[in-house]
């Protein structure tokens, strides 16, 4: 089973970037297919991203454009490369295993890490 634990938030200014980080440990992380959820305050997990064991890569429309996901299975991190960031992005960012169909509120995912987006 995948250990999962997410660093690289912080406050940024509207417009600005951040890059996310996410450490994997355990099972075979190069077998896995990983995706990035965000919850902002009040609301549901959202799905963003996602990269599969072959490469493959998805986005919602809230962030396609402007987030890159990107993993380095040499050393079992996945990135989140976030720019153009608008107040709306502000949340609890959180790399998940599964794809843009799996229940994130069940599946495997480290304990997040928070990004405000604000002037």
């Known amino acids: 089973q995948v250990q999962l634990v997410e660093s690289g938030g912080g406050l940024v200014q509207p417009g600005g970037s951040l890059r996310l980080s996410c450490a994997a440990s355990?099972?075979?992380?190069?077998?896995?297919?990983m995706s990035w959820v965000r919850q902002a305050p009040g609301k549901g997990l959202e799905w963003l991203s996602v990269m599969t064991t072959g490469g493959s890569t998805s986005y919602a429309d809230s962030v396609k454009g402007r987030f890159t996901i990107l993993r380095d299975d040499t050393k079992n991190m996945l990135y989140l490369q976030m720019n153009s960031l608008k107040p709306e992005d502000t949340a609890v960012y959180y790399c998940?295993?599964?794809?843009?169909?799996?229940?994130?509120?069940?599946?495997?995912r480290g304990k997040g890490t928070q990004v405000t987006v604000s002037s």
């Open positions: 355990g099972e075979r992380f190069s077998y896995v297919t």
């Open positions: 998940a295993q599964g794809n843009k169909y799996s229940d994130f509120t069940q599946a495997i």
